[in-house]
């Protein structure tokens, strides 16, 4: 009888021999960070309350003042904090003001959030190289539970410079270095990810967009190459549109505030190119609910009934409201139980899987017996 190898030695062999090396696969993410609007999150990760994970690379891409850097250094740290995540934000564009972060809910005191105010990408790529490595010193030899959570954001890549550029402008030239730029970008995401991906850290960072010139590709372009893509667990566009509505859901002719449309171009933990259009006012901020209601309808948990919504419980109770009736703990319930079937769809499945492994194990011992 040939014996079976043992990979043990071999796996052992590796990580001995090469550093930074793992083996196996890597568990899905623990830990996620909520990116204040429920339709979002599930467009992301499947998951009305997960938005963010930390140890994978998020980019959030788009026009100016489309809401990249509301999410990304307001609502993303304000939430991060909450669950005990140290953050730190790397800010290029040099305009984070303290009053806007506290009034967005972000701790701005030193123990809860560092920023940093840099101009050149080689710097950001010093910083966060030199932070992984000292943490991991200290904390590589714990276990995942006991290691601190750690959330960079880089707001924006867009901004950073190159040595190139620093030297032209010095010179008086403005010749421009995309070419290097886009290199050194694509080699910080990518470096990035290797990096963080068994650690407790997240990084997200935000981009610029441009208007595509292809007829037969309309979509924006992401700043500085496809590199970004390929790298990014989860790629979100976004685009600013007016926000002509009052308090109450009324059209107006006024602009009260911005629509940002945000589509998911890349996710690994749900369905890709699915977006919504979330609402942020500018008296109230970005409305968590929003795009709830049209995402219920195309799952088919609401049903017109003439100028109403009905959505059945799963205890068979009819719940009918007029569109702008369907607010905050009205939608709370439809969320609660949407996730649990969604849990109990799941688990089924996974039992169904279960016994078809028994059965077919408890046939190869029948025949290995016969």
């Not at 001995?16 to 990116?35: A, E, H, L, N, Y």
């Not at 992301?44 to 509301?70: H, Q, W, Y």
């Amino acid at each position: 009888m040939v014996r079976p190898f043992d990979v043990s030695k071999f796996r052992t062999s590796l990580t001995k021999s090469i550093q930074g090396i793992s083996t196996g696969f890597d568990s899905d993410p623990t830990d996620w960070v909520s990116t204040g609007n429920h339709t979002l999150n599930y467009l992301i990760s499947g998951d009305f309350n997960k938005g963010v994970p930390l140890g994978r690379v998020t980019m959030l891409a788009g026009e100016s003042g489309s809401g990249k850097s509301l999410i990304a250094s307001g609502n993303l740290i304000a939430n991060a904090q909450k669950q005990g995540v140290f953050c730190i934000v790397i800010d290029s564009e040099n305009a984070l003001d303290e009053g806007w972060l506290q009034a967005l809910n972000v701790d701005t005191s030193p123990d809860k959030l560092l920023r940093i105010s840099v101009a050149m990408v080689d710097d950001v790529a010093k910083i966060i190289s030199d932070f992984i490595v000292n943490y991991k010193k200290d904390y590589e030899e714990k276990p995942s539970s006991e290691r601190p959570k750690v959330l960079f954001v880089v707001d924006s890549l867009g901004m950073l410079l190159t040595p190139t550029d620093r030297d032209q402008f010095q010179k008086g030239e403005m010749k421009g270095d995309l070419g290097r730029k886009a290199k050194s970008l694509t080699a910080l995401i990518r470096n990035s990810v290797n990096l963080i991906g068994a650690l407790n850290i997240g990084l997200v960072c935000t981009n610029h967009t441009y208007a595509s010139q292809d007829m037969f590709d309309p979509d924006d372009k992401i700043s500085g190459g496809q590199g970004f893509i390929y790298a990014s667990s989860i790629v979100v566009a976004m685009k600013k549109l007016k926000l002509k509505e009052d308090e109450d859901g009324n059209k107006t002719s006024e602009v009260h505030g911005i629509r940002s449309a945000c589509k998911v171009m890349k996710t690994r933990f749900n369905k890709p190119f699915e977006g919504v259009q979330v609402k942020i006012p500018y008296e109230s901020g970005m409305d968590p609910y929003s795009g709830l209601i049209d995402l219920f309808e195309k799952k088919g948990l609401f049903v017109k009934q003439g100028n109403r919504l009905k959505y059945v419980d799963r205890l068979g109770k009819e719940h009918i409201h007029f569109r702008k009736q369907w607010t905050g703990e009205k939608l709370d319930l439809v969320m609660a139980e949407f996730n649990e079937s969604t849990s109990k769809l799941t688990t089924g499945e996974d039992a169904e899987n279960d016994d078809a492994d028994r059965n077919r194990a408890s046939s190869r011992d029948m025949a290995e017996t016969e």
